[in-house]
């Protein structure tokens, strides 16, 4: 049973990437936005995510999102959610940073501001999530429990911070201009803010690995899916979740000398992984490093469905964004993504193939045609 889900019904746009203005309205169920590449689909569903999160998903400097020429972007959206209607806005001027307003009033807190759970997106660089660097997939799992556990984000930032003072007392330490008593408050707030974090990407794992070798099998991708957070250091993963913030204590103790002739922390959730595999024949194969593109696809996709049913239980299901992913899929793989994603919430699709957009139709969803600058249901 879910919490209700997120619907977006309107969406107002000015000077975001090619586009000038166009206003929309969005319908509940399937929408699918085809038309040719460089049209201006991608930059639609950017501004969408932007009006539900505060940021764009596709850079992280607000500058490159505005129209070139343009002075400032703005977005408007209504936004149905399990706590009602609401209209969200968000503008950005080159010198004047972020503007943010909900319901006609202005908001300074992004963090107050935003919608979390609202929207998951699907876009080509996400397959980073499977093939990238573990910084990669620890940021696509860190985004899940941003928006589903209250407090996450907290931790997290606090324990960035916490890091950086510690390898900033390391590094002092290792020239000889501290010492290294200067290194041990943020060894407290590190253990502290640490085991908030392990222990929630545990548990987080736990829930998704069920829903996840369950949606890899539904996509076509087989049976045998697996996912597990790779702790860092190794030995944490042995240890019981009411023991880990005094493993992580005593790590830190124990690495210290180490660290301070490296001038930096060597090991801790910073440098956690996640294991995305699969088990045949008795072995489990990783596919970060043997899946082949569209093995690996597949699992992206996965993922991001068990994520959604995981918001979906806490925070309302989410809106779900699918950018230029039909095209790459076989027809087969395409057909099942769309029987699972079409139907169920409000799902967003881009795609330049004018077969793919129509599989999409023939299950029910609303096709809106994209021409340079132009939008028409």
Known sequence: MTAGAWTATHLDVSDVRSWTRVSVDLPPGGIVLSGPNGAGKTSLVEALVM??????????????????????????????????????EVGYAQGQGRRLSLDGQPMRSLGDWR???????????????VK???????????????????????????????LAQRNAALRHA??????????????????????????????????????????????????????????????????????????LAERLEHARPR????????????????????QRDGVLGDLRRTGSQGEQRTA?????????????ERSGLPILVLDDVLSELDPSRRGLLLDAAVGDGQCILTTADPTAAQAAADRGARVMAVREGLLAA
């Open 51 to 88: 009006a539900c999160l505060g940021v764009s998903c596709r850079t992280t400097r607000d500058a490159e999102v505005v129209r070139t020429g343009a002075p400032a972007l703005h977005v408007g959206l209504d936004l149905l959610g399990p706590d009602g209607a609401h209209r969200r």
């Open 115 to 129: 919608a979390d759970g609202s929207v998951l997106v699907f876009l080509p660089e996400e397959l980073r999530a």
């Open 132 to 162: 990238g660097p573990p910084a990669a997939r620890r940021r696509h799992l860190d985004r899940l429990l941003e928006a589903s556990e209250p407090g996450y984000g907290d931790s997290l930032a606090a324990y960035g911070s916490a």
């Open 174 to 247: 290792r020239a000889g201009r501290g010492g290294v008593d200067a290194v041990l408050p943020w060894e407290v707030a590190l253990a502290d803010h640490g085991a908030a974090i392990v222990v929630a990407r545990r548990q987080a794992m736990r829930a998704l690995q069920e829903p996840f070798a369950r949606w890899l099998r539904d996509l076509g991708g087989g049976a045998g899916g697996v996912i597990a957070l790779e702790s860092s250091p190794a030995g944490l993963g042995d240890v019981a979740d009411d023991d880990v913030h005094g493993a």
């Open 259 to 278: 660290e301070v002739a490296a001038g930096m922390t060597l090991a801790g959730p910073h440098r956690d992984d996640v294991l995305v595999g699969q």
């Open 300 to 312: 992206v996709l996965a993922l991001l469905m068990a994520h959604r049913g995981h918001l979906g």
